[in-house]
């Protein structure tokens, strides 16, 4: 266990397969609360990092006053689709069914991701109750996975889309980031927020933040305009804001950089008015 002045942080088992555990590591703000809740799900082309990716926002996140609980989940070569998507499920569920052990009102836990973990968050933010994903059971709890809220940085929202990009440019590691953890193109297609949303799938639309620098190459240059547009057209609430000439992941790059630095009051802002 570690803290700052202001927000401990301590690694928890949260879930186990096989007797192997996975970790979650919480920020946890100092004082009474109750505080709004935030699982974060890093990016990493869905087979790398951990829970610690996101350390630059995290912290920051906790400092303002939001109880972080950023999850390490099932990737290839362990696992395909959708292992990760049932991990992520399982942990919104946990901590919604433990929030007041963290002063947390259940109500309030919101999500977070980033890069390929924003796919994954959103993914199961519209699907919290699909049978593929929210299967791992949980003792004692009638939660479900569903969100008050959603902060996407930089997402891949249409992983066919990237696919389909990556292989026509050449980009051998992230064509092969794809292969390892989806088993085809048609998992591409079915489980893919921006398809669900042009197939007007019935689907949970929380309050969403979208952040994305306009010098991204790991995502189609229309991406994110296009998600946002098809969130709001199926009677969603969706800020974009964009970054302009920023990389992909640019806060972790470097998380003093002024564009950095904004992005993430962006995040706390955000959050702050979904749970005020």
């Not at 926002?57 to 959708?82: C, W």
């Not at 302009?244 to 904004?262: C, I, M, T, Y």
Request: hydrophobic share 40%.
């Amino acid at each position: 266990m570690s803290a700052s002045d202001d927000v401990q942080i301590e690694d928890i088992d949260y879930l186990a397969h096989d007797g192997k555990n996975l970790l979650a590591r919480i920020y946890r703000p100092r004082g009474p609360g109750p505080f709004p809740g935030v699982v974060e799900v890093h990016g990493g082309a869905w087979t790398l990092n951990d829970r610690m990716t996101n350390v630059a926002i995290d912290q920051p996140l906790a400092q303002s006053g939001a109880v972080v609980i950023a999850i390490d989940f099932r990737m290839p070569p362990e696992t395909k689709y959708p292992a990760s998507i049932c991990d992520i499920n399982f942990a919104i569920r946990w901590f919604k069914h433990h929030a007041r052990d963290f002063n947390v009102r259940p109500e309030m836990v919101g999500g977070l991701g980033t890069s390929s973990g924003g796919h994954q968050l959103m993914l199961s933010a519209l699907r919290p109750r699909d049978p593929r994903y929210s299967g791992l059971p949980l003792a004692d709890s009638t939660d479900d996975a569903g969100l008050a809220f959603a902060v996407l940085c930089w997402p891949i929202s249409d992983p066919l889309a990237r696919y389909r990009m990556a292989k026509s440019k050449g980009n051998t590691r992230l064509a092969q980031a794809h292969e390892a953890y989806w088993p085809d193109e048609a998992a591409m297609e079915d489980a893919n927020p921006q398809r669900i949303l042009e197939r007007g799938e019935k689907v949970p639309l929380p309050p969403t933040l979208l952040l994305q620098g306009t010098n991204d190459d790991n995502v189609t240059p229309d991406m994110a305009d296009r998600f946002a547009a098809a969130y709001r057209k199926a009677g969603g609430t969706i800020e974009l804001h964009k970054f302009e000439g920023q990389p992909h992941a640019f806060v972790g790059r470097d998380p003093a950089a002024l564009a950095a630095v904004k992005a993430v009051e962006t995040i706390v802002a955000f959050v702050r008015r979904q749970t005020s």
